[in-house]
Nanobody, 114 residues
Framework: VQLQASGGGLVEAGGSLRLSCAASENIFSFNSMGWYRQVPGNQRELVARITRDRSTDYADSVKGRFTISRDIAKNTVYLQMNSLKPEDTAVYYC?????????WGQGTLVTVSS
C-alpha cells in the first residue's frame, strides 16, 4: 500500500490549507484513514480520522477548524485546515489502518507563521 500525501506549505496564521492523501488501493478496504502530525522531539499525534462507516474523530485542539473527508472513487482522503495557528506547525502524515497493519505516507510539512 502506498500513500502519497500532498498539500503542505507555508501559510500565515488564520489561513487555510487542504492536505490530500492518495492511496494505491481502495480506501474502503481499510478500517479507517487518518491524519497524524509530529513536531520534532514529540510523539506523533492523531489529528483526525474517518472510519469505514464515515464516523470521524478529531483532536480537541483542531475541533471546529479542521475537517476530514474522503473521495472513495479517487481513493483519496482530505484534511481541510482552517483558522490555522502557529501551533499547528508540524509534519502531517497520512495513515491507513488495516485489520492487521498500519500504513503511512511520507509526510508533508505544514508551517504556520505568526
Amino acid at each position: 500500500v502506498q500513500l502519497q500525501a500532498s498539500g503542505g506549505g507555508l501559510v500565515e496564521a488564520g489561513g487555510s490549507l487542504r492536505l490530500s492523501c492518495a492511496a494505491s488501493e481502495n480506501i474502503f478496504s481499510f478500517n479507517s484513514m487518518g491524519w497524524y502530525r509530529q513536531v520534532p522531539g514529540n510523539q506523533r499525534e492523531l489529528v483526525a480520522r474517518i472510519t469505514r462507516d464515515r464516523s470521524t474523530d478529531y483532536a480537541d485542539s483542531v475541533k471546529g477548524r479542521f475537517t476530514i473527508s474522503r473521495d472513495i472513487a479517487k481513493n483519496t482522503v482530505y484534511l481541510q485546515m482552517n483558522s490555522l495557528k502557529p501551533e499547528d506547525t508540524a509534519v502531517y502524515y497520512c495513515n491507513a489502518a488495516g485489520t492487521l497493519d498500519d500504513y503511512w505516507g511520507q509526510g508533508t510539512l505544514v508551517t504556520v507563521s505568526s
